[in-house]
């Protein structure tokens, strides 16, 4: 076995971890991207506000998505 297959081999079973992570704490991680983006809109200007709503929206989605995989 290879650097590269142990490499692939470890990287794969922490993806694994941290899909069980994720979708036994998916509204922690949501609280959490919520509370990220309220933070990030108090910063950037306020024409860029929805952009870091819309932001916020795509990384719920991905954390649905990692915890329907589960």
């Known amino acids: ?6 490499a692939k ?3 794969s079973k922490n993806t694994d971890k941290a899909k069980g992570l994720i979708n036994k704490n998916t509204d922690k ?6 509370k990220a ?4 809109e108090d910063k ?3 024409e ?3 952009k870091v709503e819309m932001a916020a929206d795509k990384a719920k989605e991905a954390v ?3 915890a ?3």
């Open 68 to 70: 329907d995989d589960e």
């Open 37 to 40: 983006a309220d933070v990030a």
């Open 29 to 34: 991680v949501e609280d959490g991207i919520d």
């Open 48 to 50: 860029h506000a929805d």
């Open 9 to 11: 081999g470890l990287i």
């Open 44 to 46: 950037v200007p306020e």
């Open 64 to 66: 649905e998505g990692l």
């Open 1 to 6: 076995m290879g650097f590269f297959d142990k």
